[in-house]
């Protein structure tokens, strides 16, 4: 480590005065401030105090921690154990009482104490439900004179303290880890980053970025190092979760683990906020990053946030929020990259000397501060280990019965790889012998997972599988005259992701040339197999509007296919014999095993079979296989009842050949299930983040990744509230303008180098503009509508039925006041509609189309003082807040229609509903009452003119400063 040392001029009491000697210290900065000396180091977020010792040292003393447990509870030593130890405790003090009784340092009858590492050994050992108070007094000491004496850093991690992690590395192989430290950092080490656009590098050029700098420490200090960035810019914390929760293969945390790092280091600095995630999902995110990282014996350190100054306040605090998080969460963890570069005067924005202009990134000098804060935490873990004779490791089959399995002599070893014997699950745990004789707690146990090489895997075999559900869409291929057919839900109850294919779509269905390509995996990432379809199936049977598609299968689940799956199917008719149609099964990889299972069924009770013959494109008919898909009405799906071919290899496509069987007229196919062993390939993708806004125009920027090379682009949007306008819809970034309150789906494509087409998808949510005030946007209707950013839906009628619901942003809640009372009153049975608001069709009314749709209605019934029958609760009663109403009602209806309403039992307030698409009724200054509540009533009008109707369709509230 470093040293720098610095000559001081203290200017007190009007003269200069040279120290003596030069101060020598680590990693600090010293300062006069107002004739005082002030110290800022690596210790200036730890509580603590300057201590002279008289004897010409200051020390600084770190306030003291406790810990307290009762001997059992889970994480805490059992009866029986000896030794307990806690990084918590290293470096400090300590005082031990055992069930109220002072523990003085006695090998005898009390505890042997290691003040340095933190460990205590009970004499006697530890009984059941003993009380353990344990004090650990100031003891952390800062060098102001030069010596070599401890900084303030925790025992490195894995020293004593062992944390077993395992991952196989081969058929016949696997690696145990048990800890970080010198040897097997400095020699060869392997750091893999994940993350977004700081991580990337974007706007900056080498060595400037943070990758850059990143390489060339490691370089510098480290001998054979490996540095794996698989950051890209855009991504968010759902980017890099496993491949089955969201992530990119290729760039996620299962990529990551694959290449056995030491370290891994995510830089997820601000992406978060702007793509709606919120900060308690973000964390659950991060978690489970760091729990599978565990797993496998690999330490993760966790940048915080980043300032952003193109952020509202509101989403600046989020960055706080998150940024505080990670620290409470991995204090020895995470690398500060928030508060060296904020601006103190702002929330959160981006002191302007290390904004990189465009209010988002930093400059070289900003990525440096992150760079060092992460070193600093690194070089915790670049130590040797001491007070280690060896290491022991035991295994296990239960995790019940015990037995050593391997010792490590060297104490600086702790990752080693050992062969595989059997393919039995296996469990192992890991101790450190101490020199001293004593030993340390066992580690955690690490679970190797059971490894099977049947010569047919079954389905959790494996290595990943692809499903696909043939069928109707459900929305336009009929059974009969009514729209029929049941998508299988991607993910299924038990997590799969299915491939739903309906043939041509439509009632084209299963035609010639039909074809699904770009299937998924049943983790969800991405392939390039496909399927395509040759031949019509139906042959000469032409009775059914719908080509080739039949409903009538199972309503019940086969072992893990849901019944959607089961429901319908694609059928062939006799009249396609003798050659029958083909399933061509394209992009396979020659080095990988397949497994193809074709499951079909059709209930019925006639006696005739409906028989599906089917061989591989190579074959002849006489090799066939052959299976019966009629089922009884009464019967239950078989789930093995299917053909299969096995051991598919050394081929990129294959045929498979489908006719029905002799004495038969119909077969038929519901699924193809496609079980592979072997690698799953990382294939180009563009990548597109989801984002929210509360502008009316931003730029989406597509990101080609796992080595695709674009040669064109083109974008489009999808669907959205309005039609908005697309520019430099043929570059990487679009520019999109007209966007309004809503939620629009834009998609884009592109053709790459080598004439291969990607495309992906991103949501933007358009959120209203609350200008930083808390605000409640909530809007009525009688069931459930679409949600709208920004917007909090109340529904349900209201006759005589009490509707209470909370906003969960602001904690407000909206109380129809409609019990026992009859507060509300329906016109012909109804009392609130989806349908009969007047829309602008392009979502440019006074509020969103779909709040101008809906509303609810009071009839015929007046107002008298105390019958409020809408009220706001929850809001501060020191505070005065703004109130927004507004109706609408569809001028077809006919007669006079009005928004008739009072707050606080004020005056009558009216607002001509008809048409409305513009008007709203403005109310400042408005009081709760003492227990928060702002009054609303909604009421016929007092003047028979008006009509008998009062509607409401939204209310907003906002809190004054």
Known sequence: MKKIILSVLFLLTGMFTRAQAPIS???????ILNAELVLRNKTKD???????????????????????????????????????????????????????????????????????????????????????????LGGVDLSLDGSDINVGTPSPPGTVLPKAGILESGSKAFILRWGTNAKTLYLSPRVVGIGSSTLAGYGLNYPDRLGDKINAWLVANTYNATWDNLAVAGYSSKDILPVQNGGTLGHNIETAISLNP???FVSLPSNDPSAGIAVNESIANLKKVDSLAQAKGAVVFFETTQPRTNYTVAQQGMLRQLADSIRSLWPQRYVEGFKDLVDPTTAGA????YNNGDGIHLTSAGNQFIANNLFDRW??????????????????????????????????????????FNNAKQYFRVKAELKDGTSSPYSNIATLDEKTNPSVPGVDDY??????????????????????????????????????????????????????????????????????????????????????????????????????????????????????????????????????????????????????????????????????TRYNLSGTPDYNRAVTFNGITGMDSVDLVLRVGSGSTFAHVSLVDIGVMGTLPVLPQLTLRDTTTALSTMQLTAVPVNGAVMSSYQWSQVSGP????????????????????????????????????LSTQATVKVYPNNNGKKTLRVHFSKNPVTPIPGWFNVYNPTISQRVTMTDPVTNWTIDNVSDAKAYWSSFSGAQASDTDGSTTNNNSGVVPDIVLKAFWFNYALKYTTGMDNLLIKGLNPGKTYTIKLYASRSSSAGGARYGVWRVNGGPELLQDAADNTT???????????????????????SVSTNGDFSYINAVVIQENP
């Open 919 to 941: 008007r709203e009724e403005v109310v400042t200054n408005v009081i709760p009452d003492a227990s928060g509540n702002i009054k609303l009533s909604v009421h016929s009008p």
């Open 722 to 757: 309005n039609t908005t306008t697309i520019s430099n819809s043929s570059s990487a970034t679009a520019s999109i303008a007209g966007l309004t309150n809503g939620t629009f789906i834009y998609q884009v494509s592109g053709t790459t180098t080598t004439g291969e087409t």
């Open 262 to 264: 030491d370290f891994i």
């Open 25 to 31: 210290i680590e990693k600090d900065s010293i300062k």
């Open 350 to 353: 981006i002191l302007p000397v």
């Open 463 to 628: 290595n990943y599988r692809l499903l696909v559900d043939l069928g109707g869409d459900g929305i336009s291929t009929l059974n009969g005259s009514t729209p029929d057919g049941k998508p299988t839900p991607a993910p299924d109850n038990w997590g799969k992701y299915w491939n739903n294919w309906y043939g041509m779509g439509g009632v084209t269905g299963f035609a010639d040339k039909a074809v699904i390509t770009q299937l998924k995996t049943t983790t969800n990432a991405a392939t390039r197999m496909s399927v395509q379809l040759l031949g019509l199936p139906q042959g000469t049977f032409g009775s059914s509007a719908t080509k080739s598609i039949n409903y009538n299968g199972f309503s019940v689940p086969a072992g893990d296919y849901p019944y959607q799956a089961l429901y319908d199917n694609m059928f062939l008719h006799s009249s396609i014999n003798p050659d029958g149609i083909t399933l061509r099964v394209k992009g396979l990889v020659k080095t990988n095993t397949y497994y193809i299972k074709l499951w079909g069924a059709r209930l019925d009770d006639n006696a005739t079979p409906r028989t599906l013959q089917a061989r591989l494109g190579e074959e002849t008919w006489a090799t066939a296989q052959s299976v019966d």
């Open 379 to 420: 070089l915790d873990y670049f130590q040797a280990v001491r007070g280690v004779k060896r290491y022991v490791i035991d295994s296990s089959l239960d995790k019940n019965n015990w037995s050593q399995f391997a010792t490590e002599q060297e104490a600086n070893v702790v990752k080693r790889s050992f062969p595989r």
């Open 46 to 136: 730890v509580n603590g105090y300057l201590f002279n010792t008289g004897d010409g040292k200051t020390l600084f003393r770190k306030l003291g921690q406790t810990i307290q447990f009762r001997v059992g509870e889970p994480g805490y030593p059992a009866a029986g154990d000896s030794v307990y130890q806690h990084p918590a405790l290293a470096n400090y003090f300590i005082k031990v009482l055992r069930n109220g009784l002072l523990q003085y340092r006695n090998n005898t009858n009390g505890v042997g104490i290691n003040d340095q590492s933190g460990k205590i050994v009970f004499y006697p050992a530890l009984q059941a439900n003993d009380k353990i108070y344990i004090e650990a």
